[in-house]
């Protein structure tokens, strides 16, 4: 049923894309241009549809292939091919330009049609790479449902792919609907608390995309449910203080250079950290990090993952998942 389904919702999305298309929807012709307005309120022009592209990203490149075929990227996330980090290691392999945080000169040389970057983080380049001729789109990074959906649509309006932007966001809401109905099967009175370690000490704030994935995943998160906000850090007193029914411990090695079990063992074997119930009762979760961490359309899988430590069979494990309307792309 799992697999007829995960071939039957993306074949649904592309009729529901060609039947919005051939139904007399308007579309400029493609010698016209269009304008769209970024998350940072700057107008950008596009003269026609953008064919060279390039993300500042691991998050923004899930999203663009979302909507295009591989080809169409000059460039990908440096952590795109690492298996802890990335949904899409066998995507990232036939693109040849790994990139973190690339100089203005790396970027020229990669002559893209369009760049798209985080606008909380990507400040310096957001304001340089204009002034180099360069046509910058800056996106809100998403925490939850809502924001997802709106930056999937400024990246396809971008893009001039309006439809297939559509068709994302229609695919993004049938996993969370049926992610939904699997969670009805979990009465009230066991839904379960969880904290997640992070080597981003900030990471699992209310408000955050952690935050918005437990809501998603029907669990409490242990970090916002005790105050802590944006830019606080999570300590070990409060790990005590919330007493978690399980705990998400990280997995990023950095290609297999860190040592994370080193890292996890400062808090799985500290003797002030014993009675803390997961720890007690060993319900210690390691996730994909390719889902949790990443907020794009995929952060349903994310929530999925986080189910599933919480409440096993009742949500199936998601495994090799990433949402694309792009044929031979969707899994």
Request: charged share 20%; net charge negative.
């Amino acid at each position: 049923m799992g697999a007829l389904y995960r071939r039957c919702v993306p074949l649904l999305a592309v009729f529901l894309l060609a039947l919005s298309v051939g139904c007399g929807k308007p579309s400029a012709p493609e010698e016209a241009g269009y304008t769209v307005t970024d998350a940072q309120g700057r107008a950008v022009a596009f003269e026609e549809k953008p064919v060279r592209i390039l993300d500042y990203g691991l998050w923004l490149d899930d999203i663009v292939l979302g909507m295009l075929p591989p080809e169409r990227l000059v460039g990908i996330d440096h952590m795109a091919d690492d298996p802890n980090s990335s949904n899409i290691v066998d995507i990232a392999e036939g693109i040849t330009e790994k990139i973190n945080h690339p100089s203005a000169e790396r970027v020229l040389a990669l002559h893209p049609d369009v760049v798209f970057l985080d606008a909380d983080i990507d400040a310096g380049p957001a304001q340089t790479l204009p002034e180099l001729g360069i046509r910058v789109v800056a996106c809100k990074k998403p925490h939850n449902a809502e924001e997802l959906r709106a930056a999937v649509r400024l990246v396809a309006a971008a893009l001039g792919e309006a439809e297939k932007g559509e068709a994302l966001v229609w695919l993004f809401d049938a996993e969370r609907a049926a992610l939904a109905g699997r969670l009805t099967e979990v009465p009230p009175d066991a839904r379960k608390t969880v904290i997640v370690i992070s080597m981003s000490p900030t990471y699992g704030s209310r408000g955050g995309l952690f935050d918005g994935l437990c809501g998603m995943a029907g669990v409490t998160n242990g970090a916002a449910e005790i105050g802590l906000t944006a830019g606080q850090s999570l300590t070990k007193e409060h790990i005590v203080a919330v007493n978690p029914d399980f705990l998400i411990v990280p997995v990023w090695n950095n290609h297999g250079s860190y040592d994370i079990e080193k890292f996890n063992r400062t808090y799985l074997d500290d003797p002030a950290l014993q009675t803390v119930r997961a720890i007690r009762d060993r319900q210690i979760y390691r996730p994909h990090e390719g889902y949790i961490y990443n907020a794009s359309q995929d952060m349903i899988f994310g929530a999925q993952d986080i189910a599933h430590a919480a409440y096993g069979d009742i949500v199936p494990l998601p495994v090799h998942r990433h949402l694309s309307v792009v044929e031979g792309l969707a899994r």
